[in-house]
């Protein structure tokens, strides 16, 4: 009843190009704030970056070709969650038919379970969508944090309310230089929303990284 590789493929195309131009929009921007802060001073008295390029992006990544290559660092790491996360709700989905036939339940009760799981307004997609949000903003400024190199430090913040999880909590305030992963939860994390952290410490995350200047 849900082809796990189509129905994958389907939400691939669905948001990847909308996460090409929100990892865009957010690559600029941290760019043109660090620029204002001036770390980018910074970064070029340290013989690093491309002072002569028109963009601040372009001050840190070079080329178009490297810009591109910068904004899309995690983006195969996030395509990359959002299939398997749709092979695991398809293997839910699987599970509830073969329960529901098993309890002799109608073929469109059947039908009206499966499209609550999988269809457009199903909570698990949206709960996918903003994981995968979250995860390509946070994950390219940590892209143009490393393209700063020693010049910054970045520090996990959250939304310092009863939602934030304890792990999270724990988490906040804590520095770390640009390559160097946060600790959260006993686990590497990249950034928040990070696709490759297990699920209980990204999944509806709302934290962020702050940049800081050395």
């Known amino acids: 009843m849900v082809a796990p590789d189509r129905w994958a493929d389907d939400l691939v195309r669905q948001l990847i190009p909308m996460l090409e ?4 929009q957010h690559a600029n921007r941290l760019a043109r704030k660090m620029k204002k802060a001036g770390i980018l001073d910074s970064v070029h008295s340290n013989e690093e970056g491309f002072p002569g390029h028109y963009s601040a992006l372009g001050q840190l990544a070079g080329s178009k070709q490297d810009i591109q290559r910068l904004v899309q660092t995690y983006l195969p790491d996030i395509e990359n969650m959002i ?18 036939e098993a309890n002799g339940d109608s073929l469109d009760d059947i039908k009206k379970e499966v499209r609550k799981m999988v269809g457009s307004r199903a909570s698990w997609r949206k709960g996918l969508a903003i994981h995968a949000t979250t995860a390509a903003i946070e994950g390219v400024k940590s892209a143009v944090i490393n393209a700063a190199g020693s010049a910054v430090t970045k520090t996990w913040r959250t939304r310092h309310d009863e939602k934030v999880r304890p792990a999270h909590k724990a988490a906040n305030g804590q520095i770390q230089h640009g390559g160097e992963p946060f600790i959260v939860g006993g686990f590497p994390m990249r950034f928040p929303g990070d696709p490759k952290a297990p699920i209980e410490l990204v999944i509806n995350c709302r934290c962020h990284v702050e940049v800081n200047r050395v």
């Open 21 to 24: 131009t929100v990892s865009n």
């Open 83 to 100: 299939r398997e996360s749709a092979q695991r709700q398809s293997d839910r989905v699987q599970q509830v038919v073969a329960d529901m």
